[in-house]
T-cell receptor
Framework: KNEVEQSPQNLTAQEGEFITINCSYS?????LHWLQQHPGGGIVSLFM???GKKKHGRLIATINIQEKHSSLHITASHPRDSAVYIC??????????????FGKGTKLSVKP | EPEVTQTPSHQVTQMGQEVILRCVPI?????FYWYRQILGQKVEFLVS????????KSEIFDDQFSVERPDGSNFTLKIRSTKLEDSAMYFC??????????FGPGTRLTVT
């Protein structure tokens, strides 16, 4: 079983729609990342969360540590938001470093 | 804004050849990582590096792989004898501490 599960796998939306992408994980974590991967392949870090909620522009990320669940929301979606959104977690080793474990990603396509 | 850079952006090599993928992490970062993503699959951790030594590696990172920080700025991944299945996108990342990794744009390696 994957330690990080994302849903949905694929998502098609109309421009302007509110979008939610979900991430569930089964391990203890010290941080969770939301990443964006464009068709060219490059990865951009959107958020790093360890608790609560963060907002940047039209993007909002929330995390519920007790439920081991995080959501990424996009308000007023736009075709340029089309990308693969990846959830990745850093396992809680008790130390200060560790690798990231990645979900399979959610492919978002926003139609004009 | 500081960024992680990687060269080359695309490398084509023949099976059995050695390749070196280069990364320049953000200058004040202390932790360095290599990840790979086979086409259509999720991103996978390869290795982390701190204080001039490997701190963690995955099962993928076998004797064919090595990493080095030859000077104060570069961080390299060497594959000694490439195989077809090494074809993937390779991402370098760096962080001040474990969380909050910044990713490079990736090197697409094609083994023929």
């Amino acid at each position: 079983k994957n330690e990080v599960e994302q849903s949905p796998q694929n998502l098609t939306a109309q421009e302007g729609e509110f979008i939610t992408i979900n991430c569930s994980y089964s391990v203890g974590i010290s941080a969770l990342h939301w990443l964006q991967q464009h068709p060219g392949g490059g990865i951009v870090s959107l958020f790093m969360l360890s608790s609560g909620k963060k907002k940047h522009g039209r993007l909002i990320a929330t995390i519920n540590i007790q439920e081991k669940h995080s959501s990424l929301h996009i308000t007023a979606s736009h075709p340029r938001d089309s990308a693969v959104y990846i959830c990745a977690v850093k396992k809680n080793y008790g130390g200060s470093q560790g690798n990231l474990i990645f979900g399979k990603g959610t492919k978002l396509s926003v139609k004009p | 804004e500081p960024e992680v850079t990687q060269t080359p952006s695309h490398q084509v090599t023949q099976m059995g050849q050695e390749v070196i993928l280069r990364c320049v992490p953000i200058s004040n970062h202390l932790y360095f990582y290599w990840y790979r993503q086979i086409l259509g699959q999720k991103v996978e951790f390869l290795v982390s590096f701190y204080n001039n030594e490997i701190s963690e590696k995955s099962e993928i990172f076998d004797d064919q792989f090595s990493v080095e920080r030859p000077d104060g700025s570069n961080f390299t991944l060497k594959i000694r004898s490439t195989k077809l299945e090494d074809s993937a996108m390779y991402f370098c990342a760096s962080s001040v501490r474990g969380p909050g990794q910044y990713f490079g744009p990736g090197t697409r390696l094609t083994v023929t």
